[in-house]
């Protein structure tokens, strides 16, 4: 079993929808909580990180952290075209390495 | 404020050969971090170079290796290509040698035949 669980997709929604994508894990020292954009043949772009529990917002983008559950979501409000790429979460227990999800593919369609 | 750099974009080699990738850090980090990506994964930690020394290594064996250098530019070389070396290679820069605030160069291909 991977540490890091990510359904892979594809998912496609309308514009204007909002999406909402989501990891659990296994590992309970996490405890720093990442998402990534990846466009195609690009690198991963960092979105936001979270520490511990709780939620974070940053323009249309809200993640939240349930440490209790092993759960983690990433929500994108009034989602775009430009939306449209791989989100990969990754986590950490504060160390010097990222264990990665294996990303969902998203889709935004006109 | 200069991102993180990678060289080349893409490159091909034959088993058993042997390669090398380079990344140049952004601008103030001093902490360089090595992935590979293999198609339709997540990133996978290579290992992790801090003032120039190896700072942690994922479950890659020895014929990956890497260097930084004092202004905090980092090589990846991999001897004896295999076939299931084909991936994306990602360097990811930081300040120190937590992880929760690396960013991503655009990756190095590279196909192995």
């Known amino acids: 079993q991977k540490e890091v669980e990510q359904d892979p997709g594809p998912l496609s929604v309308p514009e204007g929808a909002i999406v909402s994508l989501n990891c659990t894990y296994s590992n309970s020292a996490f405890q720093y909580f990442m998402w990534y954009r990846q466009y195609s043949r690009k690198g991963p772009e960092l979105l936001m990180y979270?520490?511990?529990?709780g939620n974070k917002e940053d323009g249309r983008f809200t993640a939240q952290v349930d440490k209790s559950s092993k759960y983690i979501s990433l929500f994108i409000r009034d989602s775009q075209p430009s939306d449209s790429a791989t989100y990969l979460c990754?986590?950490?227990?504060?160390?010097?390495?990222?264990?990665f999800g294996t990303g969902t593919q998203l889709k935004v369609e006109l | 404020e200069t991102g993180v750099t990678q060289s080349p974009t893409h490159l091909i080699k034959t088993r058993g050969q042997q390669v090398t990738l380079r990344c140049s850090s952004q601008?103030?980090?001093?902490?360089v971090s090595w992935y590979q990506q293999a198609l339709g994964q997540g990133p996978q930690f290579i290992f992790q170079y801090y003032r120039e020394e190896e700072n942690g290594r994922g479950n890659f064996p020895p014929r990956f290796s890497g260097l930084q250098f004092p202004n905090y530019s980092s090589e990846l070389n991999v001897n004896a290509l295999e076939l299931d070396d084909s991936a994306l290679y990602l360097c990811a820069s930081s300040l120190g040698a937590n992880a929760y605030e690396q960013y991503f160069g655009p990756g190095t291909r590279l196909t192995v035949t």
């Open positions: 979270t520490y511990s529990s």
């Open positions: 601008s103030g980090h001093n902490t």
């Open positions: 990754a986590m950490t227990g504060g160390g010097n390495k990222l264990t």
